[in-house]
């Protein structure tokens, strides 16, 4: 179970990845040692997959994607994973099973990914939508 403490550290990792032990237990108002424990048994439990890095090529788009009731939705990503651009596949709910994070620097890089996609061997229809700006939670 999180509590207070552990929801500040996450947000504080959330706003920036790279800030340092010291500093987070300043903002946290624990010890040092204290914060990396409670990081580490964050890791531990799963709550932080990993720590990233956000990069914007300048076009991003999402692409919805139907997969075959032959195939199964984890092998269809896999293959999907592996297409250079394809930053990230969420298994979803709902009409489609996927969603893909589409990252390149314009259009016609985005439509080759997007065709890629569709030759999959397990894909059924796709849907694409192009991102025109993203909001962060300050």
């Known amino acids: 179970m999180l509590d207070d403490v552990d929801m500040k550290i996450l947000e504080t990792l959330r706003r920036n990845a790279r800030v340092s032990y010291s500093s987070m237990s300043r903002d946290v108002g624990i010890s040092e040692a204290a914060v990396r424990k409670r990081v ?20 991003k788009a999402i692409t919805f994607v139907s997969v075959e009731p032959t195939y199964p939705c984890s092998e269809v990503s896999r293959k999907i994973l592996s297409i250079e651009g394809v930053e990230k596949v969420y298994e979803v709910s709902g009409e489609y099973d996927l969603a ?3 990252s390149t620097t314009g259009y016609r890089e985005a439509n080759h990914i997007i065709e890629s996609i569709r030759a999959l061997k ?16 300050q």
């Open 122 to 137: 397990g894909v059924g229809r796709t849907y694409t939508m192009t991102i025109l700006n993203t909001h962060y939670r």
């Open 100 to 102: 893909v994070l589409i």
């Open 40 to 59: 580490s048994r964050l890791l531990e439990a799963g709550v932080i997959e990993r720590f990233t890095v956000e990069v914007d090529m300048g076009f």
